[in-house]
Structure formats: structure tokens, C-alpha cells
């Protein structure tokens, strides 16, 4: 299952995505990962989330950052929820069309059982039809 926050820079989308991430916490019988550009919000995350800082690793593209996401996949079985901040930046996307990558995602989500939560700097009207449901926040 893919979830989308979504609104221009400087909504508010990062504070959505942590207040949702230190809520999932408390239900998850699983693990949680949080992605982002940097690890600047690791003082805002609980303890028993993961972060992972996607400027630290050689990602050139969307197709890499899917293999990147398919790679946290296969070393954690545990792995309910995947929260992604700065999408368009940490996967890559700037300027490019988002479909295919979130249908890659919704698949992935759809046969490990993970829900992937996502931040991604576009306003509603610009989030591909076929994901318009998919939207829980628009700011």
C-alpha cells in the first residue's frame, strides 16, 4: 500500500510524516524505517525507528532507489511500514513523472505486506489519477 502527503515545499509535510511515523510506533508489531536527504530529523524520531540517511549511498536514479528499497526489504522480514521524506529528491524524481515509481512501490508494498508512507513535494492536482486515492494529507 502506498499513502501520499503531499503539498508544495514548506507546507508542513515533514512534521505530518514524523507526528505519523512516532504514532505508528506504538501499534507496530513489526519494524519501521524513515528515509530521508539527511539525518537532521533524527531527534524528532523515537528510538525504535530507523533512519536511513539516502545521501550517504550511491543512488543515481529511480530504478536504483527502487533496488535500494528492495535491498532494506530483503535484510528486515520483520518490516511493516517504510516512511519516505523529500521523495522526488531521495528517489531521484525531481522534475520527472512519479508513476512509475509509486506503482513499483505499491507492488512491492502490495506482495511484502508493507505500507509505504510518503512525502512528496507536488500539489494534489499533480499527483497521477491513478494514486488520487492514495492521497491521506493534502497541505
Given at each position: 500500500m502506498v499513502e501520499l502527503i503531499v503539498g508544495r515545499?514548506?507546507?508542513g509535510k515533514t512534521k505530518v510524516l514524523l507526528d505519523k511515523v512516532n504514532g505508528a510506533i506504538k501499534e507496530a508489531n513489526g519494524s519501521i524505517v524513515y528515509l530521508d536527504k539527511s539525518a537532521k530529523h533524527m531527534y524528532e524520531l523515537n528510538n525504535k525507528i530507523r533512519l536511513i540517511d539516502v545521501s550517504g549511498y550511491p543512488?543515481?536514479?529511480c530504478d536504483e532507489f527502487v533496488g535500494f528499497?528492495?535491498?532494506i526489504i530483503s535484510q528486515d522480514h520483520d518490516l511493516e511500514h517504510i516512511?519516505?521524506?523529500s521523495f522526488l529528491a531521495v528517489a531521484k524524481l525531481e522534475g520527472?513523472?512519479?508513476t512509475?515509481?509509486?506503482e513499483q512501490l505499491a507492488d512491492i508494498g502490495k506482495s511484502f505486506g508493507i505500507t509505504f508512507v510518503i512525502s512528496i513535494s507536488l500539489d494534489k492536482e499533480e499527483i497521477p489519477a491513478a494514486f488520487q486515492d492514495?492521497?491521506?494529507?493534502a497541505l
Open positions: 515545499k514548506g507546507k543512488i543515481k536514479n528499497i528492495c535491498g516512511y519516505l521524506d520527472l513523472d512519479v512509475s515509481t509509486l492514495n492521497v491521506i494529507v
